[in-house]
């Protein structure tokens, strides 16, 4: 059974740096298509950073310049790391995946501190 086990977030105060990971356990395939979305209680969830399935990545306008999504393939893990963090990044942060299925994580909170 596959699963994305997300981990890294916490309190930061605004300015700091976090870094998520999210690994990918019950499958050795090597998901081309993984992303970072995030929630806000009674917000939809939105997009953050995303690897398209043919290697691209693209970000979400209020991250880019700050925030990084990266890989590890031997891990079958990837990451998102977060710097100059902002109030307005608070939210549940998950993680995602597509081949055919859909799969989510069960999400990691992030808080940002004025």
């Known amino acids: 059974q596959v699963q994305l086990v997300e981990s890294g977030g916490g309190l930061v105060q605004a300015g700091g740096s976090l870094r998520l990971s999210c690994a990918v356990s019950g499958t050795t395939y090597r998901f081309a298509a993984m992303a970072w979305y995030r929630q806000v209680p009674g917000n939809q969830r939105e997009l953050v950073a995303a690897?398209?399935?043919?290697?691209?990545?693209n970000y979400a306008d209020s991250v880019k310049g700050r925030f990084a999504i990266s890989r590890d393939n031997a891990k079958n893990t990837i990451y998102l790391q977060m710097n100059n963090l902002n109030p307005e990044d608070t939210a549940v942060y998950y993680c995602y995946a597509r081949a055919g299925s859909v799969y989510w994580g069960q999400g990691t909170q992030v808080t940002v501190s004025s």
């Open positions: 690897f398209n399935s043919d290697g691209t990545t």
